[in-house]
């Protein structure tokens, strides 16, 4: 059973004509550590929203291990995290407060969710401000939070929307760091980012979107070599050239 499997997946945003997707296939394996790439504009973060049911899916289907996006949403919500680029959580609040409202919401009962909370402070070193407000957080703290939310209810899918941006050296290694130890306790993460360094740090499969097509699907290793390249940056580049792109959809 795949983690992630997109058959015929067809798109267009209300009252628009212009098709983001027409009969998109993607299969993403248990376990990977999967980067969705491409230039603004490309589809990836419409791609991420129908994944995580933000987007009503009308044409083809999309299952998560098995489960189809649509149908028996509380079970499906179950399946997986999502940690978005804008930070999701109640800035009035603190960490501990946050956590106590996204696991009751994410249906954990109360003594999994001082187990979880304990255990997401200590390792993402936020445990000395669990009580604080976290509209004092700098932009790391926040993301840090914003991740732990994410996973508070331990989701076998985690999805990943520019998890490090905005934030320093030291914490953008600490939130990778978590990711890998996620992924190999069995967690599948699909990731996307700008990050491209970071990426290639990350993810142990690859694929380019493009003008709401998959142009390239494969482990990086794979994929540097097919294109004779070095480096995620130039295969990106190549595949996708040069050219400015619009703004993200």
């Not at 058959?7 to 212009?18: S, V």
């Not at 409202?101 to 001082?114: D, E, H, P, Q, T």
Request: proline share 3%.
């Amino acid at each position: 059973m795949e983690a992630v499997q997109i058959n015929d997946l067809g798109f267009c945003y209300p009252g628009t004509t212009h098709r983001c997707f027409s009969h998109l296939n993607l299969s993403i394996a248990k376990g990977k550590r999967f980067g969705l790439f491409g230039p603004n504009g490309a589809g990836k973060t419409t791609l991420m929203n129908c994944m995580t049911g933000l987007l009503q899916v009308k044409e083809g289907a999309i299952h998560l291990l098995g489960q189809r996006i649509g149908e028996n949403k509380k079970k499906v919500n179950r399946l997986f995290g999502f940690v978005p680029q804008d930070f999701s959580f109640y800035h009035e609040l603190s960490p501990v407060e946050n956590l106590e409202f996204f696991g009751a919401w994410s249906g954990l009962n109360n003594g999994v969710i001082k187990k979880r909370t304990s255990e997401l402070l200590e390792v993402l070193d936020l445990t000395e401000v669990k009580d604080k407000p976290v509209a004092k957080f700098s932009g790391g703290m926040k993301r840090k939070v914003n991740l732990a939310i994410g996973v508070i209810h331990e989701p076998e899918i985690l999805f990943l929307d520019e998890p490090t941006v905005g934030v320093d050296i030291q914490t953008r290694n600490a939130i990778i760091a978590y990711l890998h130890e996620l992924n190999s306790a069995g967690t599948t993460l699909v990731y996307t980012s700008h990050q491209l360094n970071e990426a290639e740090e990350l993810c142990n499969q690859i694929a380019l979107i493009d003008q709401g097509k998959i142009i390239a699907n494969d482990s990086l290793e794979n994929l540097l070599s097919a294109h004779q390249q070095e480096g995620l940056e130039g295969l990106f580049i190549n595949l996708t050239g040069k050219k400015f792109r619009d703004a993200d959809a």
